[in-house]
């Protein structure tokens, strides 16, 4: 867009505004600044590998303790090929997994409810606060108590964490439909699974799977830093495991799987919710361009 002034006259001066190629070719203008930002997504990342790669090849750092990426790759793909890596990202994915779901119903349920009623939130909220602000990690041992050694605390940990983003994402969805939504439901005599159906679930549901595509990644975090305390396995152990035993080869291979296991995770919850609310403005959660 420009802007220019035209004056036949000293006296009258016509501001004109000239389109720009946003205004000009809408469709061009999308696809010219998509590709820059998938180009500079793939490129950054491959840069600082490239630097990291150099930097090893030329002894810049030691390669001991920060092995090269060709060497991680290469152990990594040995040991994906031998078998010995898929044990641990299965466990680690089975933890998540079931944490997730059980976190997940449990928060929307309650943040629906205490949403919906002033008294539940009223006795609840307070207890909740103190409980969320609690690092979840020392709720650990707690779980030990509850269900000893095994998958039971890991899960139980998963579940605390995603719990409360769900709940507060929930709630908070619920308190903001606006009153004139529900009066409307009121006016034509819909029932309570009618007025949650019809009015609560769609105004609710985008910012309920924003608050869950956040408790994805922070999911893996935890199982991370709960496996390395107490499992005999998954990514987190191995990991921590490798560190102590000086295979840092084997611990980057840990950790780019992690991260791979974070990635895909978030994006198959963000894919869910664009499919689940195909009213709601794409990519919530992420910056507008």
């Not at 830093?225 to 560190?243: M, P």
């Not at 995770?265 to 664009?274: C, D, W």
Request: proline letters at 6%.
């Amino acid at each position: 867009m420009s802007t220019a002034v035209k004056s036949g006259n000293p006296e009258e001066q016509v501001l004109v505004r000239r389109p720009g190629p946003r205004e000009l070719h809408p469709a061009r203008t999308h696809r010219r600044r998509r590709a820059l930002e998938v180009a500079l997504a793939v490129a950054v990342p491959l840069l600082l590998v490239l630097l990291w790669q150099l930097a090893a090849a030329r002894n810049w750092i030691d390669d001991r303790v920060y092995p090269a990426p060709s060497t991680i790759l290469a152990d990594g793909w040995d040991r994906a090929g031998d078998g010995e890596l898929w044990p641990d990202v299965w466990a680690t994915l089975k933890r998540v997994l079931g944490g997730y779901a059980i976190g997940t119903v449990a928060g929307y349920a309650l943040g629906l409810l205490m949403g919906s009623l002033s008294l539940v939130r009223a006795a609840l909220e307070p207890l909740l606060d103190a409980l969320y602000v609690v690092p979840k990690l020392a709720l650990l041992p707690v779980f030990l108590n509850m269900f000893g050694l095994g998958e039971g605390p890991q899960i139980a940990l998963v579940a605390a964490t995603v719990f409360f983003f769900v709940w507060i994402s929930t709630m908070a969805a619920v308190l903001a439909v606006p009153a004139g939504h529900r009066d409307a439901g009121q006016v034509f005599g819909a029932s309570p699974w009618q007025m949650f159906r019809h009015v609560l679930l769609p105004a609710s549901l985008p910012a309920v799977l924003v608050g869950a595509r956040i408790a994805a990644g922070v999911a893996v975090l935890v199982i991370v830093a709960s496996e390395q305390i107490a499992a005999a396995d998954g990514l987190g152990h191995l990991i921590f495991d490798s560190r102590a035993l000086f295979r840092n080869d084997v611990m980057f291979v840990g950790i780019v799987c992690v991260a791979v296991l974070g990635v895909v995770f978030s994006e198959v919850v963000r894919i869910a919710g664009r499919l689940l609310t195909p009213w709601a403005p794409r990519d919530r959660g992420r910056s507008q361009t």
